[in-house]
């Protein structure tokens, strides 16, 4: 990309924000690249490609393994590499329970056909070890996401119950099934409830991101980065997604 410069002047952020995004095997690719990038651009704003970023934000990767035990006869372990949907990996920076030790505000958890895989381990210990982190993870960060099938994490461990939430519609049924308490929306590209934001299937999360990069940083600096990614933005959340099953899936 070459070395450009915009028009907004840089913002004096009292510090760096830090987004944790979760992944685990079979997660969405787009899920989590439409989310990065998004973010990774307003760094830049009120800058050029070719300074250091002005830092309102730092990405951090969460692999959903947890740290081995310590042995001093090995070198300190770092988390494996973790395979996408159709296979392209990402190198993770935190271990799962390190992510607890670190100052976090904003936790995001994708889509994919890992999600199904997370939730009916038939290793219901694991499930519950993967549940009570996301309700710690809650106790520990401002803003809790999720995009697509994302959602059913977060109605799985009750953090959405009685709340409005978005998700995938093509597979709204199934995720809404992980929480009969929550106030589905089959409608909405993305839903902002206050501390937990939620996006409908893959793509929406992207618009959904752009999203949070305004409510975090200031629409200036979302609508430069926006502009500066050449994205067409959905800024409007009511925006319907025209999906054909959609009429036949009523909200809750």
């Known amino acids: 990309m070459p070395a450009a410069s915009h028009s907004t002047p840089a913002t004096a952020f009292p510090r760096t924000q830090?987004?944790?995004?979760?992944v685990f095997p079979q997660f969405e690719p787009l899920d989590v690249w439409g989310f990065i990038e998004a973010f990774s651009?307003?760094?830049?704003?009120?800058?050029?490609y070719a300074d250091a970023p002005a830092l309102p934000f730092q990405i951090v990767?969460?692999?959903?393994?947890?740290?081995?035990?310590?042995?001093?006869?090995?070198p300190t372990p770092v988390p494996a590499p973790v395979a996408s949907f159709n296979g392209p990996r990402v190198a993770p920076d935190l271990f799962r329970d390190e992510a607890l030790e670190q100052p976090l505000d904003l936790l995001m958890i994708p889509g994919g056909q890992g999600v199904g895989t997370l939730l009916m381990d038939p290793d219901t210990a694991a499930v519950q070890a993967l549940l009570q982190w996301v309700q710690a993870m809650d106790q520990h960060v401002a803003v809790v996401t999720s995009v697509c099938t994302g959602a059913a994490i977060l109605a799985r461990s009750g953090l959405l119950d009685g709340r409005p939430a978005a998700t995938n519609h093509q597979a709204f049924g199934w995720v809404a099934g992980f929480g009969p308490a929550v106030l589905w929306d089959n409608v909405s590209r993305w839903v902002d409830a206050g501390k937990y934001v939620t996006s409908a299937g893959v793509s929406?999360?992207?618009?959904?991101?752009?999203?949070?990069?305004?409510?975090?940083?200031?629409?200036?600096?979302a609508e430069t980065a926006a502009l500066a990614a050449e994205y067409d933005w959905h800024r409007d959340p009511a925006q319907p997604i025209f999906y054909p099953q959609q009429a036949a899936v009523p909200s809750s």
């Open 204 to 221: 929406a999360g992207t618009d959904m991101a752009w999203h949070l990069v305004a409510r975090l940083a200031g629409r200036a600096v």
């Open 61 to 74: 990767l969460i692999s959903n393994e947890c740290r081995p035990a310590a042995n001093g006869a090995t």
């Open 41 to 48: 651009i307003a760094r830049f704003i009120g800058t050029s």
């Open 18 to 22: 830090r987004i944790g995004i979760l």
